[in-house]
């Protein structure tokens, strides 16, 4: 076999597993009210699954931001996946919402391990295109939420158990981590050609990084658009049901609309993407997604919410792989840590804002809770804007004193 292939052999398994990744994030979505009925739990709980998930996702990242950068990050990833798969099969078993509420945190153990060491492995290959890498690897985990809520809402209206979704899905997840597994052996021959100058450069201490204004930067503007997807992930197609009686199939297909958007978004950031117009990528992706979601929710009609939901997400869609690009870039040789840190924060606001939006929700109605999805996109801009006001300014001070 072509050793560029071979040498090539990781990174597209690693789009596969995001892949799923990506079904698994958007899935619940239009079968969530068939696990509220059968567990027989009210509104405001249902974003606990997510959240859920998301303090798993906490606990696996603050382990992976001490060990990441010292363990082969290729075995952390495979060890993740395997406990993810075994985390979907033993969801068919829970007996009640209590024990499966457990199951999804582990899940999320799996899933935000994977997550995580992904990017950080594709940031260490020594690549001029290790961006645009990125933002493929982000594609393929888009392509999968796409189908998610179309292939899971569709079966839910066909009559089948969510919990036969769960099994089927947990099998081709041991499937693909075997297949993966196998890609790592062939590619022993012709490894993955780590850049060892990165991690040479200037020996950072542990924490250094943590010093640096602009890594908080990094992490309020995610913490911030997390809140916002995970909002519309949770949510959005329950509010279709609710507001336009859509059935889970439609209801589904205005989930899928809006990550096609968050896929075409990474497609363009793929191919224009360079460290010298991120911060603009950033400016003018955050003003169009808050006007156009903002539009949507105002008049709240079918057909322009979709609309607005698609464009949403093609003008933010690009926003996570380019910040955790810029940061890695920014901190080369704590990669792993760094991207731990990003991905601590987005567990942490994945699991606020939903459950807030759901007691809002029970409380004065879905129009109402469905705010948090424009509030957290809206403090996302205004943290952008900001930061890019201080960095002119300091430029244009360092230039003076020049």
């Given at each position: 076999m072509n050793s560029t292939i071979k040498s090539s052999l990781p990174r597209y398994g690693m789009y596969a597993l995001m892949g799923i990744l990506g079904f698994t994030t958007t899935m619940v979505a239009p079968i969530?009210?068939?696990?509220?009925?059968?567990?027989?739990?009210?509104?405001?709980?249902?974003?606990?699954?997510?959240?859920?998930?998301?303090?798993?996702?906490?606990?696996?990242?603050?382990?992976?931001?001490?060990?990441?950068?010292?363990?082969?990050k290729i075995r952390i990833v495979i060890a993740g996946y395997f406990v993810f798969a075994s985390a979907l099969l033993l969801i068919c078993f829970a007996p009640s919402f209590a024990f499966l509420l457990p199951l999804f945190a582990m899940a999320g153990i799996g899933s935000k391990a994977v997550d995580a060491l992904s990017n950080a492995v594709i940031k260490d290959v020594p690549s001029a295109h290790s961006g645009a890498y990125l933002n493929l690897m982000h594609m393929y985990l888009g392509i999968g939420a796409i189908a998610g809520p179309l292939v899971s809402g569709s079966l839910i209206a066909g009559d089948v158990h969510w919990k036969a979704i769960f099994a089927g899905l947990g099998v081709l997840c041991m499937l693909l981590c075997a297949a993966f597994v196998a890609m790592q052996r062939v590619q022993r021959t012709s490894p993955i050609p780590i850049d060892h100058a990165k991690a040479d450069r200037v020996q950072a201490s542990s924490v250094s990084f943590l010093k640096d204004r602009q890594t908080w930067i990094f992490c309020l503007v995610i913490f911030f658009y997390c809140g916002h997807q995970s909002c519309i992930n949770t949510?959005?197609?329950?509010?279709?049901?609710?507001?336009?009686?859509?059935?889970?199939?439609?209801?589904?297909?205005?989930?899928?609309?809006?990550?096609?958007?968050?896929?075409?978004?990474?497609?363009?950031?793929?191919?224009?993407?360079?460290?010298?117009?991120?911060?603009?990528?950033?400016?003018?992706?955050?003003?169009?997604?808050?006007?156009?979601?903002?539009?949507?929710?105002?008049?709240?009609?079918?057909?322009?919410?979709?609309?607005?939901?698609?464009?949403?997400?093609?003008?933010?869609?690009?926003?996570?792989?380019?910040?955790?690009?810029?940061?890695?870039?920014?901190?080369?040789?704590?990669?792993?840590?760094?991207?731990?840190?990003?991905?601590?924060?987005?567990?942490?606001?994945?699991?606020?804002?939903?459950?807030?939006?759901?007691?809002?929700?029970?409380?004065?109605?879905?129009?109402?809770?469905?705010?948090?999805?424009?509030?957290?996109?809206?403090?996302?801009?205004?943290?952008?804007?900001?930061?890019v006001g201080k960095r002119q300014r300091t430029h244009r001070q360092d230039l003076l004193q020049k």
């Open positions: 969530l009210n068939s696990i509220l009925v059968e567990y027989q739990v009210p509104l405001s709980l249902g974003g606990m699954i997510t959240g859920a998930m998301s303090i798993g996702g906490v606990l696996a990242i603050v382990v992976l931001g001490v060990f990441s950068d010292k363990l082969p949510w959005i197609s329950l509010y279709f049901q609710n507001q336009f009686s859509y059935n889970e199939g439609l209801s589904g297909l205005a989930l899928a609309v809006y990550w096609m958007g968050i896929v075409i978004s990474r497609l363009i950031c793929a191919r224009i993407y360079t460290a010298g117009n991120a911060h603009k990528l950033l400016v003018w992706g955050s003003v169009l997604g808050v006007f156009s979601l903002g539009c949507g929710l105002l008049f709240n009609i079918p057909l322009l919410l979709f609309a607005s939901l698609l464009f949403c997400g093609i003008f933010t869609g690009g926003i996570i792989p380019v910040v955790i690009d810029m940061a890695c870039g920014r901190h080369a040789a704590r990669s792993g840590a760094i991207t731990s840190l990003i991905y601590v924060c987005m567990n942490i606001s994945t699991f606020i804002f939903p459950v807030m939006m759901g007691a809002t929700s029970e409380a004065y109605g879905m129009r109402v809770g469905s705010s948090f999805s424009i509030i957290t996109l809206t403090l996302m801009l205004v943290t952008i804007l900001l930061s």
